[in-house]
């Protein structure tokens, strides 16, 4: 039976994303099965992930949370690792982080780009212990 696996796409920062996308799909071979499902911000990601944990016990979830002038990005960086640390410990499920907590944009370019596609690393790390 092959695995099943969500993934889980943060939209905002979209021109980003779609790579980080492409490289985990790209990186996820006939031995797995998986459906992609998309959200507005890294916000969602968690919520999405609960939702889907009667059907998925596998996901990457992949976003972009950029600093600005304010402290939202503390926040918003701090609460959704926590949240994904919690649904991986109280649902018994596996998470690939590819969310990305950069400073400017330049930095998300950079960890999109091939050779170095965050999103391919997040599909291997799940490849590496479900293969």
Known sequence: M???VAIINAD???EYTKK???????SL??????????VKGAW??????????ATYDKFIVIGI???GDTDHYEYISSAVAN?????????????????LN????????KRCEDGNNKGIEAALALKDIFS
Do not use: P, R
Request: hydrophobic share 40%; proline share 0%; glycine share 6%.
């Open 2 to 4: 092959k695995n099943k």
């Open 12 to 14: 905002y920062y979209g």
């Open 20 to 26: 980080l996308l492409a490289g985990a799909t790209s």
């Open 29 to 38: 071979d006939g031995d797995f099965e998986y459906e992609t499902f998309s």
């Open 44 to 53: 969602d990601i968690v919520y999405k992930v609960n939702s889907l944990t």
């Open 65 to 67: 949370i950029c600093k």
């Open 83 to 99: 949240g994904l640390m919690d649904l991986t410990i109280n649902k018994e499920v596996y998470i690939a982080n590819c969310i």
């Open 102 to 109: 950069v400073h400017n944009l330049e930095q998300a370019a």
